[in-house]
C-alpha cells in the first residue's frame, strides 16, 4: 500500500444548522486517481473546498502529505484544482493564464516560457498562446484550466466535474486523454463527479458519496460488482433492487420473501427473519416459461426492444415492480406479453445488509 | 417604382420620415452649439448680429484670470473626486456584490438615496453640518459635496459590471499561489476596469459641470467655473464666455476622437496577435 498524500480524519462541515459532510475518514494514495462520486448536492464540491482551503472544516483534520493544513491559505497549500466553471482570468491570454502561477512565484521569464510551451504541448494548445479565454471552446478552455493548475507541479490536482459542461462527445474523449495525463505525470488526482459511467471508466478507486458520507470506498470493479448499500447499487450502473426478508439460511444460499415474490441470492452474516436488500443487474436476469424452484417471480413481458444485437425489455412483477432485462442475444426467450418466470443465479445477485435510514 | 406593393411603399416611407425625424432633432440640438462657436468669433459685444471675425475673446478669456483660476479649481476638485469616488466605490461595490452580511439590502437601497433626493437638499443638509461643526467652507466642503453623490454613482456603475459567479476568480488566484493583495491587483481589478474607468468619466463629468453644491458650499474665496460663468450670465452673455465653452466643447471632442481611437487601436491589434 502506498504512502497517504491527503488523509481526512472524520472531517465535518456544516453551513448553519445543516450538516452537509459527516465524520469523512479518507486516506489518498499518492499517484492515485481517486474519484468522489455522488448524486448533485451529497457534498463532493464542499469535500474538495475543504482540501483547497476555500471551507474551514468543521471539525476533523486535513492532512496533506502527513501535514495538517488548518493553518494554511489556499495559496500556502501544495495542491492545485480545475475548478467546475473552469475560471480563467478573462483579461489574460491563454499565455498568460497558464503562466500566472509561476509569474506569481517570481520565475526568471526565460524559465516560464518553455515551462508554459512545454505545458500547451501536453494539453495540445500550442499555437493558442494569445487567445483570451472568450475566443475558446468549452474544451480548450478545459485544457488551458488544466494546464494552468499542472504548471505548478501541484502535489495533488484536484477537479470538480472538470467535463460536466462539454458535450457527450468531447467528454468521452477528454476523459481518456485525462486519465492518460495522470498516468503519465503520477500525479494524484481527486476527482469530483455525478457520472457514475466517468467514475467507473477513469478511477482507480471511488468513494461514493451520499448525504455526506462515503457509503462505499474501493476500485470500480468492486463498487459494481459488491454494492456494500442499498444506495451504492441503485447509483452504480443498472440495478433490479427489490427489498425483502430472509425466510430461509442454508450455507450461504438465502431465500429471501420480498413484495414482488420469492428469490434466492448469496450472502454471509444473515439470519432467519432479518430485512435486506438484493441488487441484480439486468444482465443477469434469466427468464423462463416454466416456474424455477427457490424463485416465485412470475411477470409479463412489456416494452421488449431490440437494441441491434441487445435485447433489453421491462417485465411486470405482481407487486407492480418493474424488472429491467437485457440480454446481448437475438434469440431472447420471450415476446411481448408473455407471462414469464424469472430468476437468476444466487451468486450473480449481491445481498445487502439493511443499514440504518 | 410601380412594382413596389403597398406594403413596401408604406415602409419606404415610414423609413424616410424616420430619417427626417433624426435629422430634425440632430438640428435642433446642434444649432445653439453651432452658433455659439461661431459667435465666440463675433467682432460684437452683444451677441445679436455678426458684425466680422475676430479673435479678441480668446485673448481676452486667456487674460481674464478669474475664469482661469476658476477652471483650474474645477479641475482640481473633480480630479480629487473622482480618485475619491473610484476607490470608494470600488471597494463599496466588491463588498456589496461578494460578500453576504446584515444590512445589504438596507445599504443597497440607500445608496440610491443620494441619486434620487433633489441635490438642493443634499447641500442644505451639508451645509448645515459644516455651519454647526465650525468646518470652513472651500475647496474640502465642494469636494466633499461632490463625493457624496458621485460615489453613489460610482457604486452603482461598478457594482453592474462585476460578473455574477462569486468568488471564483479569487479563488483560482489564490490557488495558483496568489495572495490577497496579488489577487486584489492582479485578477479583481483588471475584471471589473471597464466598470472601473466608466466610473471615473461619470464622477469627472458629475462634478465638473456641477453648480448646486458648488455654488452652496463654495467659501468666499474661490467658485468653480460652472458657478462663475453663472454669476457673468447675470450681465448678459459675453463672448469671452463663448469663447470657453466652444474650447471645452473642442477638448471633449477630442477626447472623445481619442477614446475611440485608442479603443479601436487596442482592438485591431488584439485581432492581429489573435491571428498570428
Ligand atoms: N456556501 C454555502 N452555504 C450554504 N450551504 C452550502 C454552501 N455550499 C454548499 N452548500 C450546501 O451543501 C450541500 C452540498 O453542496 P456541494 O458540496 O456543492 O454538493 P455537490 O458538489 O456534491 O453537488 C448542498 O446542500 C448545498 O446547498
Ligand atoms: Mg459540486
Known sequence: MAEAIVTLTDVEKSFGSNLVVQKMNLDIEAGEFLTLLGPSGCGKTTTLRMIAGFEDTSAGSIKVQGEPVEDKEPYQRDVNTVFQNYSLFPHMNVYDNVAYGLTIKKVPKDEIKTRVGKMLELVQLTGYEKRKPDALSGGQKQRVAIARALINNPKVLLLDEPLGALDLKLRKQMQLELKRLQKRLGITFVYVTHDQEEALTMSDRIAVMNGGVIDQLGSPKEIYDHPKTRFVASFIGESNIFDGTVQAVDGTLLTVETPAGLMQTRGEGFAVGEAMHISIRPEHLLAEKQPVPGFDLAGRVKDFTYLGTAVKTAIDLKDGTEAKFSRIEQDAECAEGDTVYVHWKPEKSVAIKKTAG | ?276
Not at chain 2, 459675453?238 to 471645452?248: H, S
Request: hydrophobic residues 50%; contains cysteine; proline residues 3%.
Open chain 2, 1 to 276: 417604382m410601380n412594382h413596389l406593393t403597398k406594403v413596401q411603399r408604406k415602409r419606404r416611407a415610414l423609413r424616410v420620415l424616420g430619417d427626417v425625424y433624426a435629422v430634425l432633432i440632430y438640428t435642433v440640438l446642434y444649432i445653439p452649439v453651432a452658433v455659439m462657436m461661431i459667435f465666440s468669433f463675433n467682432n460684437q459685444r452683444y451677441n445679436y448680429y455678426w458684425n466680422g471675425f475676430t479673435t479678441q475673446w480668446y485673448e481676452k478669456l486667456f487674460n481674464n484670470s478669474a475664469i482661469i483660476d476658476s477652471l483650474w479649481y474645477s479641475v482640481i476638485i473633480a480630479v480629487l473626486s473622482t480618485v475619491i469616488s473610484v476607490v470608494v466605490g470600488t471597494l463599496g461595490a466588491l463588498g456589496l456584490k461578494r460578500y453576504e452580511f446584515r444590512g445589504k439590502k438596507l445599504v443597497n437601497s440607500m445608496l440610491y438615496i443620494p441619486i434620487i433626493v433633489p441635490e438642493i437638499v443634499l447641500a442644505v443638509a451639508l451645509l448645515i453640518i459644516f455651519m454647526t461643526f465650525g468646518f470652513s467652507l472651500g475647496m474640502g466642503s465642494i469636494l466633499i459635496g461632490h463625493c457624496t453623490f458621485c460615489i453613489p454613482y460610482a457604486v452603482v456603475t461598478i457594482k453592474g459590471r462585476i460578473s455574477g459567479d462569486g468568488n471564483s476568480l479569487e479563488e483560482a488566484s489564490m490557488d495558483l499561489g496568489a495572495n490577497r493583495m496579488q489577487t486584489f491587483f492582479r485578477v479583481t481589478l483588471p475584471s471589473i476596469m471597464p466598470g472601473v474607468m466608466s466610473a471615473a468619466f461619470l464622477a469627472f463629468t458629475l462634478s465638473i459641470d456641477d453648480v448646486v453644491m458648488s455654488n452652496m458650499l463654495a467659501g468666499a474665496k474661490n467658485s468653480t467655473l460652472p458657478v462663475l460663468i453663472l454669476s457673468m450670465n447675470k450681465s448678459g452673455i459675453t463672448p469671452d464666455v463663448n469663447a470657453l465653452t466652444t474650447l471645452m466643447i473642442l477638448a471633449i471632442v477630442a477626447a472623445m476622437l481619442l477614446s475611440g481611437g485608442v479603443k479601436a487601436l487596442l482592438a485591431r491589434r488584439a485581432k492581429r496577435l489573435e491571428a498570428e
